[in-house]
Structure formats: C-alpha cells, structure tokens
T-cell receptor, first 115, second 110 residues
C-alpha cells in the first residue's frame, strides 16, 4: 500500500516553457502532499506543502508565482514550473501521507532539464 | 530549517559486512524515519520510529530512536550489492514538518 505515482519522470524543454508535474496517491487519500527539490549529491529540500482544497504553504525563498501548486482532489496535486529557465533544472519529488501521524511516501521524481 | 547531520557521508564496504550509520540533531523530534534512495528515483521508506528508545527491525535493517530524541541510528547486517544507494534519515515534529539529513552514500563491493 501507500503508493505515490509521479508523472512525467523526465522532461526536457526549452527556456520559457511552463512544465506541469503530477503527483497521485494511488491507493490512499492524501489531504496533504509535499513538493521537494533535490540538486545532485544533495539532500531533499522542501519547497511547499500542498493542502487539498486550499492554498499551498511555501517555504522561505520559494517563489509561489514561479512554482504553482494545485491540489484539487484528495489524490492529485500538480506543480507547474512557469516560464522555466536553466537554473530551474533539478530533480523534483513529491510525497504524500495518509491522515494522522503517518510517514510520507515518495513518488519516483521528475528530472527537469531546461535548455 | 532544522539541521540533521548524518555520518558517515560515504562508506565503502565489502559484501557481507555490517553497516552502521547515524543521524544527530540539535532539536528534538517526535518521529524518526529512514529512507533509501536509488539513483534517479524517489526515497523509499525503510523504517519509521515513533517512540524514544524504540528499536525496530525490517529484515536485515535495524534502527533505533535515541533516548534524547535528538538522534537515531540505522544498522544493516550482512550487506549485499543491492544495498547500494543513499540512505537518508528524517526527523518529524508535527504532522507535516519533515526534515532530511545530509545522507550517507553506501557502496558495497562484491
């Protein structure tokens, strides 16, 4: 149980393009999902907490207008990187947890490369 | 954010050897988690610890939640090649606040 699916797994696009990444909880409902960013050989850094039916909570230094988060249902959250530039290239990973004090389960990540 | 220091940063061991890594923090956590990440994939949960002093096993893996609630360790017994990867500890305070350690990169030599 507790499977999280992330799509796409790999994106290459031109600078200025907007890219949408989907995160789905396949076998449980997730009122809260999380978006992380990971640079090579570094740990995961939380970008934002996505709450179903309400606005996301962004970590300090993360531009909310740059990284749009939508959590429209209990099983789906999306992250849109708007007008992406090469410095946005990174590994983006989502996670979700069931209600209560449950551990976060992670998707397989999306490698974003902006040319 | 909270700072979690993991040691060692990397390990090179012979297949069959035991492995020990730990995670320390200046802050208290209510939950400690250990994840393994393979290249190009997301972290996979190995063990979750919910109580100070708790010792939990998952196959060849054993982890403990430190009595002070500021540290945790993970042991892997009789390592095999597929144990290769990066191991992350994570401490959790409330329901949402999860902070990751700096990671331990494990290489197992056949």
């Amino acid at each position: 149980g507790a499977v999280v699916s992330q799509h796409p797994s790999w994106v290459i696009c031109k600078s200025g393009t907007s890219v949408k990444i989907e995160c789905r909880s396949l076998d449980f409902q997730a009122t809260t999902m999380f978006w992380y960013r990971q640079f090579p050989k570094q740990s995961l850094m939380l970008m934002a907490t996505s709450n179903e039916g309400s606005k996301a909570t962004y970590e300090q230094g993360v531009e909310k207008d740059k990284f749009l988060i939508n959590h429209a249902s209990l099983t789906l959250s999306t992250l849109t990187v708007t007008s992406a530039h090469p410095e946005d290239s990174s590994f983006y990973i989502c996670s979700a947890r069931e209600t209560g004090i449950q551990p976060q389960h992670f998707g397989d990540g999306t490698r974003l490369s902006i040319l | 954010g909270q700072q979690l220091n993991q040691s060692p940063q990397s390990m090179f061991i012979q297949e069959g050897e035991d492995v020990s890594m730990n995670c320390t923090s200046s802050s208290i956590f209510n939950t400690w988690l250990w994840y393994k990440q393979d290249p190009g994939e997301g972290p996979v949960l190995l063990i979750a610890l919910y109580k100070a002093g708790e010792l939990t096993s998952n196959g060849r893996l054993t982890a403990q939640f430190g009595i002070t609630r500021k540290d945790s360790f993970l042991n892997i017994s009789a390592s095999i090649p597929s144990d290769v990867g990066i191991y992350f500890c994570a401490g959790q305070t409330g329901a949402n606040n999860l902070f990751f350690g700096t990671g331990t990169r494990l290489t197992v030599i056949p």
